[in-house]
């Protein structure tokens, strides 16, 4: 409201402030809008046959890596056919159809298209993207391997599935605030080589940080959802499970080195840490399309986060979880287990009692046979994290492979044992089998999960 | 000394807490039906219930048990009077050797009680937890359909009546 | 028909409560006395115990009771056995109860085993009932004074036309069925059956759903202990040293048993014991010596290693050349029998006597081998066999029982219970063999198979316990251990590794060689079908490849080059109720297959056709409809043998989809069902139908192991028809079939 001229000389300051900076909105609103406003492209047509198949195969390896087909395929839908609900903070974004259906997926997008999507988070339409789809990662693609990916896309089994609409609240449903977050937190192209570091490094740093987009679990995220920069693998989060931290703070007993996480990588075992779990478990079986080259150049570039190889400090940190592993189960590694350790020593107390008659045919105390290759749980990140969600969850869910393919099998306990009971047994293993303090909110934890409270 | 309640009766065993109910079921009560396939829940043929929920009894320490309610086949009706998931498994004479049935049966009876009317993929997911090694699991899956036609007539009414 | 009375001096007599149930003679004077040398051949087993109430007993009350040297492994033999004594002696199969092999009670049938027990048992007891039968019928005529002619039998009794009637119990108070059998027996017209080729439910499965013992692993004798054994870390292992006070001292264990590298450990209850075999486990040091070959090139090796070579079947010139030659080489890999139920014996040593309750599938040698290995007189042993689960063929049924008889040995006047562990039971039963076959034939220009070459590699497929002590597992590991004797090849026509090896189909040029391996890397014995798995999974195989470069349709092609009529009806009967037609197209990732054979060429006729869906990402193979028509002869029990064959496919189909038997260089690593994964039921095939051609008279052809090796194949076409391409190594694993799909 404009004041008029002949009031107060400050009213009339104010107001012409206050008109100042509505019109600075104004424009910078209307420079936004302006700004974030993007065209839809032409439809394309492209035939399968198109695709020169070692391009395409070279796709199919970067859509490995990047496990595009975790959140792509619903459970039990047909793949890259889209209905997969990613939770965010703000609500659930459903996976797209990226199959080339012409109608319902992407069949009708030309490269252009594709790539525009990949680097700057903009469907064909105009539509910007929501950051569920990590674009803030996939901009770090070279145009070649972009390429290869819209090859393999469109060379897929198309599928006839619209897509979902998002479940995110109001406001947040309008996409000009996707278009914001994009403005603040999107550092659009390609990986630039850091010439200071080795030619594996740098294969590794591109592979994760463009297709493979580790950091948008193993990250934390400020308020308005974008990974820190400053805290890289730091810890985040993803699909409920806890995605732990892989730089300096890592919960791992032992320090990852290169050699085991690509163990871990590879085959879903590395002897020191335990099996690949929860979300992690799809990671590995796609990266099993992905050569040995890029999984131990993913492998380096990760372990580098863990802080430098060979210090004293990380040969003394080792030693003593090896140590500590060993003492607590004593024939560690090797097919023939005594019976003293865990069942032993605390078969008195419920949790351990639980431990002994629930768990220790498997988790060694007391295994004399050489069933499948156990885990340290002294060793195992899950028990010594920050938090007890991702133990909780194995607990109640168990592991199971794939049917038909090899693989640790754990039974869940999630009908069998009462949550007490379950709050009793985590407490134990956390108590005996890591040196760190007990949980605090393992109770609280347990009944979130299980839907008796909210987060 | 643990009190437990197996088949709706109390049994005082003197057995160390830490031993998996399976072997106190087989051992201490005498009851058949449960039986040792693997000890590392991978196989379910010692599959029981607790409180309705279907466990591998060969994992599931005694100490864990107080007060809980334990049901094994024997619970499920008799060789005179067979419940509907007995006579479901003698009707489509689903069994070969036999010896993982009543891990079949028990987990088919588990989600029968949840689920009145499941579907031949809701039966296959619920059953997948349970190996069959002679090749039953067509008559199987024909049988849990059976029950939970069963199921849905007068319980109590024995074979003899019921044909009527 | 009348038979004359023995004499009383060669009649001896067991002494059981009520009226006479077997008299057969059980010592060794006896039995020589008891061979008929200048008799023709008797049917099927009763040239093995030629007098009737070997097999036929009639109790006081009218009950009849069948003896058997055969075993139920859960296949149904007991109850088609009672179903072919009911029908031939007419009386209510629910009077009738059987008793299954048993080293004190019943004739050596030898093993249960090759499909043989309806050809062998069956044909012996439907034979010794009609001769039973005949018997009462005479015995009748003489009491009531009337021609037999005039007389019939009806519900367990003889009645006369006039209505007079003698029920079977009061005709046989002595030793009237104390009868050698007779080369012919008054059988019945099949046009009469009322109760053989009728789906009679199944005798044992009522007990098993209610909780009744029915497995050897249900026993509880008086006094049991239970034992478990220790295995070394690998083959040969030795035992260096064992601190056995430290385990003796665990609560409950009544005493270690150490002799040589054979160590084992007796508890009062059966968690103590597991706990105390853990103990023992650990403190146990040993010398290993296991060098396996390398897993990944384990075919080569094989055929490298020294081989017996067979020709098997030489027909024409096969050297000839048609207008297209083709030729494969197929593999399979070790498969594991992976019974549900690990294996389990009870032995009782008491007063020098050994009794062992097992589920071995052969009674009667595991008696002779365990008395070599104890050194005790065989007369001293008795084997008495109880149902474990689903054995499949030589498992570790027999050594579970050696390992009891040494414990209980060692622990005299206490039974013994002695259980396997599952990693046990994966580490150390015998597998079935890995193999290789090479195959080439020619096509002559209007698309006939006008030359056929097949070699075959493979072990022995029997290492049975037979009288030498060194099959049985622990016997190798004794302080005086027995070597395993050198393997042999089953003979043809049955044959082992060559099994199925020459094809039924008329080709007029062929050449079968069996390249005999008798070095094994690696443990093997009997896995259900033997060699023909393998050979019909490959000859099958082929016979699509071939029918594709004929351009021919593979069911057409197949029934080109078959007279054999029974074949042709099993193929067109499958063909028929499959749907299948001519030249059928499928939408991408979908395929159907075919496939037949005639197992061992003697036995039952199977053809199947299968449908499958792969998914082009992972590879994954989905079965759609499979439809199966068998001819087993005369069928006794029509759903039995459609059980047999529904099992065998679902079987077949998750050893040729998933299985393989994994080792490093020292030891096997597929120690449990994670590293070993089976088909889990969301795996199941979407349906299976099995339509069995009855053959009312014929003789009863082994059915037990025919689905075994056209499952195989008919899955492995189904998938090449799917995806284009040929996989020819088993198993059909998710990743090779993507690997030969590509991207």
Redesign the interface.
Known sequence: MIAAPSQHNGGWMVGRILLGLLIVIAVAFGAFFTWQWRGALPPATTSAHAFDPGIVAKGAELAAIGNCAACHTRTGGKPYAGGFPVETPFGVVYGSNITPDRDTGIGAWSEAAFRRALREGVARDGTHLYPAFPYDHFTRLTDGDISALYAFMMTREPVDQPNRPPDLSFPLDWRIFAAAWKLLFLDKGPWRNDPTQSVDWNRGAYLVEGAGHCGACHTPRNALGAEDKHRRFAGGSGEGWHAPALDATSPAPVPWSEDQLFAYLRDGFADRHGVAGGPMQPVVRNLRHAQDADVRAIATYIAAFAGPRDTADRQRQTQAALAFAQQREPTLGSLVRTTTGAAAADASSAGGTLFAGACATCHHAGGGLPASRPVALALSTPVSDAQPINLLRIVLAGIHPPLGQRGPIMPGFSGALTDPQIVALVEYVRAHFSRRPPWPNVAQTLAVLRGKEAP | MTILNVNGKQHQVD??????LL?VL??DL????A?????????G?CTVL??H????S???????LDG?YIR???D????DR?GPV?RA??EE?A????????GM?MRAQALLEKNVAPSDAQ???A???????????????RAVHRAAKLMTVELDTPIREAKR | MNVPLLSPTRRMVLATGGAVVVSFALSPRATLAQAAPAQPKLPGSLQKAPFLDAWIGIGGNGAVTVFTGKAELGQGIKTALIQCAAEELDVDPKAVSIVTADTARTANEGYTAGSHSMQDSGTAILNAAAQVRGLLIGLAATRLNLPADKLHAKSGAVVADDGRSVAYQDLVIGQELHQPVAPQSPLKNPADFAVIGTPMHRVDIPGKVTGAPAYVQDLRPEGMLHARVVRPPSYGAELVSVDIPAVERLRGVIKVVRDGSFLAVAAQGEFEAIEAMNMLASVAQWRTVAELPDEKSIHQFLTRLPAQDQVIADKGNPAEQGKHLLRATYTRPYLLHGSIGPSCAVALYQRGKLTVWTHSQGVFPLRNTLANMLHMPPDQVHCVQVEGSGCYGHNAADDAAADAALVARAIPDRPIRLQWMREQEHGWEPFGPAMVSNVSAALDDSGRIAAWNYEVWSNTHSTRPGGPPGNLLAAQYLAQPFAPPPPTEIPMPEGGGDRNAIPLYSIANERIVDHFIPQMPLRVSALRALGAYHNVFAIESFMDELAAAAKADPVEFRLKHLEDTRARDVITKAAQEFGWRKDEQRPRGSGRGFAFARYKNLAAYCAIAAEASVDHESGEVRLGRIVAAVDSGQAVNPDGIRNQIEGAIVQSASWTLYEDVTFDRSEITSRDWSRYPILRFPQAPQSVDVHVIDRPGAPFLGTGEAGQGPTAAAIGNAIADAIGARLRDLPLTAERIKAAIGV
């Open positions: 057995a160390d807490p830490r031993t998996p072997y087989r051992n005498k009851l058949n039906a039986k040792f396939g693997c000890g590392l829940g991978q196989c043929a607790v409180d929920n279907p466990v591998f060969c994992l599931m320490p005694i100490s864990a809980r094994t086949v024997e499920l009706g008799s060789a067979p007995q498994f003698i004479q069994a070969q050797c036999g010896y993982c049935i009543p049966m039966i296959r997911e059953m997948a937890p349970n190996l069959c090694r002679c090749g039953t699991q067509m008559r199987i899956l």
